[in-house]
């Protein structure tokens, strides 16, 4: 079984902390992605990765950024904390491939941050 | 860019109905996937069933089938004998079959599924 893992499932953190959140995969995927989740705004992509050491923005990185040094592992900081960033965060990966079997995005149990 | 909508931010169905969840999505592309994903309560996102354009066969996988209308580029879900853990929020996806964009996918805002006893 693919196993995606995040190193929290609820952090709560000060206004202007850094925080780190950390994604790990077992199945060598060469994608990974961060989103957030918010009510009613569906998942918003915040910053994806095709290998190490590569990242490309998505649709929301302002205030966020990630780093992968290694191809299992992708971590997302938030630099300066902030309310607004309290959210629940979605880590998942994926095969390059796009076609075949296994070319979903498997996901992370999520991490729900509040920032105080 | 591709877009992804579903209508319905939230249905209920009784159980052992049938339910059907609506997806349209716009691209440009000829070749492509299509996902449903379910997220349970404070419960990881798994995938429930996908859908490769080029087949006009639908996808069915027990109690979950689709209705891919290619030329209206529309993807609902049915599902069928509805059962109390099927409780969860739904989203359908879109991914290019092209190997580029980090095999990003677009997802559309959810739909909120509750199942009565």
């Known amino acids: 079984d693919v196993k995606v893992t995040q190193s929290s499932r609820y952090l709560v953190k000060r206004t202007g902390e850094k925080v780190f959140l950390e994604c790990v995969q077992d199945?060598?995927?060469?994608?990974m992605f961060w989103y957030r989740q918010d009510p009613g705004l569906g998942l918003r992509l915040i910053y994806f990765?095709?290998?190490?050491?590569?990242?490309e923005k998505g649709d929301i990185p302002e205030g966020y950024s990630v780093s992968r040094e290694k191809k299992e592992r992708f971590s997302l900081i938030l630099e300066s904390a902030s309310t607004n960033q309290t959210s629940m965060y979605l880590c998942?990966?994926?095969?390059?491939?796009?076609?075949?079997?296994?070319?979903?995005?498997?996901f992370g149990p999520g991490t729900r941050l509040t920032v105080l | 860019a591709q877009t992804v909508t579903q209508s319905q931010p939230e249905m209920s169905v009784q159980e052992a109905e049938t339910v059907t969840l609506s997806c349209t999505y716009d691209?440009?592309?000829?070749?492509?996937?299509l996902f449903w994903y379910k997220q349970p309560p404070s419960r990881q996102m798994i995938l429930v069933i996908r859908?490769?354009?080029?087949?006009?066969q639908n996808a069915t996988e027990n109690r979950f089938s689709v209705n891919f209308q290619k030329a209206a580029k529309s993807f609902s879900l049915k599902i069928s004998d509805s059962q109390l853990g099927d409780a969860a929020m739904y989203f359908c996806?879109?991914?290019?079959?092209?190997?580029?964009?980090?095999?990003?996918?677009?997802f559309g805002d959810g739909t909120t599924l509750t199942v009565k006893p």
């Open positions: 859908q490769e354009a080029y087949k006009q």
């Open positions: 990765s095709y290998d190490v050491k590569m990242k």
């Open positions: 199945m060598d995927h060469e994608n």
């Open positions: 996806a879109y991914r290019t079959a092209l190997n580029t964009n980090a095999g990003k996918s677009t």
């Open positions: 691209t440009s592309e000829s070749d492509y996937y």
């Open positions: 998942a990966s994926s095969r390059f491939l796009a076609g075949g079997p296994y070319n979903e995005q498997f």
